[in-house]
Every structure is written in structure tokens, then in C-alpha cells.
């Protein structure tokens, strides 16, 4: 169901006035973690100067240590939304667990499925089931035809608004945190109907890396851009390496808008 062969016209994810997958890039920007009210709203404050709608931020993270900061779970949902409401933005979080996505309905505008979660059929299945869309991430190892088939899971049970995610991959390269499989964004846009997302935080892991990146991603096509900004990286609980503070989230959305229109 999620071929081009069954359906040929691009599917399109309304969420809140944005238009995922219309040909124009959006922008999915946000703090890695939810750690306070505060946090979240000055980012917030930052997005919404810069026109921007659709705020990420996690609130239950996966993360590798489990000595590390677990994320403020249903909490950060509350905090996203409270956020969102006051100044009328969309929120994307991370569900893990398939019994929280009922619940997760109720405060985000679009559900994300992780990397690590991406063969978790059971949360796949939970994800197709509501009527709310949905970010799915490339699992770490996983190829291009098992990130289809993780997303026929969804589209098979009903849900066909879902947007695919290159979060890079694993390979023996160091330089980076993962590799950034950008052909894999044309490639997907071949086979399957649904937008594609390049989330150049997770692919890079390296702050001097997210512009250029992002101008590859909407340069060979991403319908949108992850990144992630923090409004002081050094102390950010999750992710200090790789967030964009304030200034240099305005820095990056400004050069992109003065070169998107190269595109
Ligand atoms: C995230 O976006 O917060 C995240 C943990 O990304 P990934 O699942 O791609 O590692
Ligand atoms: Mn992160």
C-alpha cells in the first residue's frame, strides 16, 4: 500500500495548515528532550518568529545508557501541548510504548516512531490503528526495504498519514554519528506515495554539519527537515553536542530561506 505502483499521486499530510509533501520543504524544529515548561516555550518563541508551526521535542527517549535522563514521559506530552496551544503550534513526540499511543493521541498533532522502534510491529500496529499522523524513523540498520515494509504496518491498518524519516545509518564511518543515507530520500520518493522528513541532527551528530546538510536534504527533494535546538545546548540533558542554540537556529533558518529560493 505504500508503493507508488498502487497509488501514483503524492500523498499529502495536512497537520494544523502544514502541508507535508506539497514540494515545498517544512521544518520540524525542537529541543531533543522536553526538560521544562520554560525550555520548551522559549524554542517555541524562536519557531514561531521565524514562521515556523510543527515543534518537536521528546518526551519518553530512548536512550542507550539507561543511566540517562529517561525524558519527563506523559509530563512532557502536557508541557508540549500546553506550549503548542499558547501559540498555536503542532507538537511531534516520541511514543514507545503501543499501550501509551491511545493516550499520545490526545496531546500531539504527529506521533514518532524511533529509529530503535522501527521493527516494533506491535507499536507499528498501534500507530495504524488511530486517526493521527505519523513521523516514522529508518531503524538504525535497517534498509530501505525494510523501512517500507515497517510502514505498510501502518498503511495496512488503516493509517496512510505517515512521513518517512532518514535519520542516517550505521556504518564504519566515525566522522560522523551515523551515515546520512541521503539517496535514500529520492529512492523513497520513487517507490512509495508518502513525504519523506531528513532529520540532520541524528544522521550527523554534529552541530557545523546541520546546514549543509539540510541544504542536501531539500536540494534532492525532502518534503521536510528535523533538527533539533536547545536554548543552551551545553546544559541540554540529551543531545548537548548537537543542538542548535537560539541564535544559530535563527542563523541556519535565515541562510536556508535565502537559498531555498536557488532550488
Ligand atoms: C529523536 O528524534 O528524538 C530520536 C531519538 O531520534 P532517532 O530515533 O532517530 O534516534
Ligand atoms: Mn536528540
Redesign the pocket.
Known amino acids: 500500500l505504500v508503493s507508488r505502483k498502487k497509488k501514483p499521486e503524492d500523498t499529502i499530510v495536512n497537520v494544523k495548515g502544514e502541508n507535508i509533501g506539497d514540494g515545498r520543504p517544512h521544518f520540524v524544529m525542537g529541543p531533543?528532550a522536553v526538560e521544562s515548561y520554560e525550555q520548551v516555550k522559549e524554542v517555541a518563541l524562536a519557531l514561531k518568529e521565524q514562521g515556523l508551526k510543527l515543534m518537536?521535542g521528546?518526551a519518553f527517549?530512548?536512550r542507550t545508557s539507561p543511566y540517562d535522563f529517561q525524558g519527563l514521559g506523559i509530563e512532557g506530552l502536557k508541557i508540549l501541548k500546553q506550549v503548542a496551544d499558547e501559540l498555536d503550534l503542532a507538537v511531534i513526540s516520541?511514543i514507545t510504548h503501543p499501550n501509551d499511543i491511545e493516550a499520545a493521541v490526545e496531546y500531539l498533532d504527529i506521533i514518532?516512531i524511533?529509529?530503535?522502534n522501527m521493527q516494533n510491529f506491535d507499536l507499528l500496529k498501534a500507530a495504524g490503528s488511530v486517526n493521527k499522523p505519523v513521523l516514522l524513523?529508518r531503524g538504525l540498520s535497517a534498509t530501505i526495504e525494510e523501512f517500507m515494509f515497517a510502514a505498510e504496518y501502518i498503511i495496512s491498518r488503516g493509517n496512510s498519514r505517515i512521513i518517512l524519516c532518514e535519520?542516517g545509518i550505521r556504518t564504519y564511518e566515525k566522522a560522523t554519528r551515523n551515515t546520512l543515507d541521503i539517496s535514500a530520500v529520492p529512492i523513497l520518493k520513487q517507490e512509495t506515495h508518502l513525504p519523506v522528513a531528513v532529520?540532520v541532527t541524528?544522521s550527523t551528530g554534529r552541530r557545523d554539519l546541520l546546514l549543509p546538510a539540510a541544504k542536501a536534504a531539500i536540494a534532492i527533494g525532502a518534503d521536510a527537515v528535523?533538527a533539533e535546538v536547545h536554548p543552551d545546548p551545553a546544559t541540554a540533558l540529551s543531545d548537548a553536542a548537537q543542538q542548535m542554540d537560539i541564535p544559530q537556529f535563527h542563523e541556519f533558518m535565515n541562510t536556508l530561506k535565502s537559498q531555498a529560493a536557488i532550488y
Open positions: 531533543c518537536r521528546g527517549k530512548p516520541e514518532q524511533g529509529a530503535r524513523k535519520r532529520d541524528h528535523m
